[in-house]
């Protein structure tokens, strides 16, 4: 990748149009994991839009204990501190609103187009380019503090073989790279927007936006749910706190809240 992809603030900063997010912005070269920093500065009092950028993450984490690969001068490998008072109950749908985020980003800067595989899912051509990660803290019933991480497959040349359903906008551009300061900029402008309608309780665009870019809804799927057995259905709908509606050849319909589908075709 030529020399003008830097991911610093001096980078990012004339790109940026938000009120909130990114404000304020840290730019690392390197470091274990942007969630864990993040983390560590919430606890520290860091205030809500802080924005925390790396290079690359020699720890990157997925859900569940799960690694995250996180090559230097390839990605995006950031993380958002949020404060939104939520009712606890409504956490995935900071997720929800970072997948359309991310999907509408990557549509407006690359000009692929991308999809959501539920819950955290951005794919392009049945391929995982993009993954998130929300940890949140509550107080009560309420989300104190939330840190959303968001990783993005920019310029990445080549995935090793036991990440092949892994993909990158370098790959499916066809080798055409995209530059990261602003396509980082334009995800956190989407992501401030999405998040203003959530704290105003005016979510139904986003939700309608999501379910309009799933790739997920109306599918086969096998649904492997946190703590219990796999399970074959159809993905009905997603409900509006973005638990997954998938209906059993018995007619018996389950709500997914946690863990992972992968999409059958239809047999
Ligand atoms: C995710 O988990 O997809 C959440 C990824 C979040 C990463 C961001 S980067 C910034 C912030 N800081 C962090 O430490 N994390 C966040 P999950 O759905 O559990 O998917 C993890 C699985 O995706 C792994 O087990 C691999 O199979 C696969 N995987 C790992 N690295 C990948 C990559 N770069 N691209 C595509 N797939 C990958």
Same mark, same amino acid.
């Given at each position: *990748?030529? /020399?003008?992809?830097? /991911? !610093? %603030? ?5 790109? =940026?149009?938000? $009120?909130?997010?990114?404000?304020? /912005? &840290? $730019? ?5 994991? !942007? ?9 520290? +009092? ?6 925390? &950028? ?21 990605? &995006?490998? *950031? ?6 008072? =939520? ?35 951005? *794919?392009?051509?049945?391929?995982? $380019?993009?993954?998130?990660?929300? %940890? ?12 959303? +991480? ?5 310029? !990445? ?14 790959? @499916?551009?066809? +080798? ?25 309780? @005016? ?12 790739? !997920? ?6 649904? *492997? ?26 007619? %018996? ?9 992968? &999409?059958?075709?239809?047999?």
């Amino acid at each position: *990748m030529s /020399l003008d992809d830097a /991911l !610093t %603030e001096a980078a990012i900063g004339p790109h =940026l149009s938000t $009120c909130l997010l990114g404000r304020p /912005l &840290i $730019c690392l070269p390197a470091t274990q994991s !942007t969630n864990a920093v993040v983390r560590e500065q919430a606890h520290s +009092g860091a205030p809500e839009g802080l924005v925390v &950028i790396a290079d690359a993450q020699t720890g990157g984490r997925g859900r569940l204990g799960r690694s995250w690969l996180s090559p230097p001068g390839v990605g &995006i490998w *950031m993380s958002i501190l949020l404060r939104p008072g =939520l009712p606890a109950a409504d956490a995935q749908r900071l997720t929800l609103a970072a997948a359309v985020a991310v999907a509408d980003a990557i549509a407006a800067v690359s000009g692929l187009q991308a999809g959501i595989k539920w819950p955290n899912d951005v *794919m392009i051509a049945g391929r995982k $380019c993009s993954g998130i990660l929300t %940890e949140v803290e509550t107080g009560g019933d309420r989300v104190t503090a939330a840190v959303v +991480g968001i990783g993005i497959n920019v310029n !990445t040349p080549s995935f090793a073989p036991d990440l092949t359903a892994a993909t990158s906008l370098l790959i @499916e551009r066809g +080798g055409r790279p995209v530059a990261r300061a602003p396509l980082a900029a334009a995800v956190l402008l989407r992501f401030e927007q999405a998040y203003r309608q959530l704290l105003a309780g @005016e979510f139904r665009p986003v939700l309608d936006r999501w379910r309009a870019l799933s790739v !997920t809804l109306g599918r086969r799927v096998q649904v *492997m749910p946190v703590g219990d057995q796999p399970y074959a259905g159809w993905a009905e709908a997603a409900d509006d706190d973005g638990a997954l509606r998938v209906r059993l050849d018995s007619g %018996e319909v389950r709500r997914v809240l946690a863990g992972d589908v992968s &999409i059958r075709s239809a047999e």
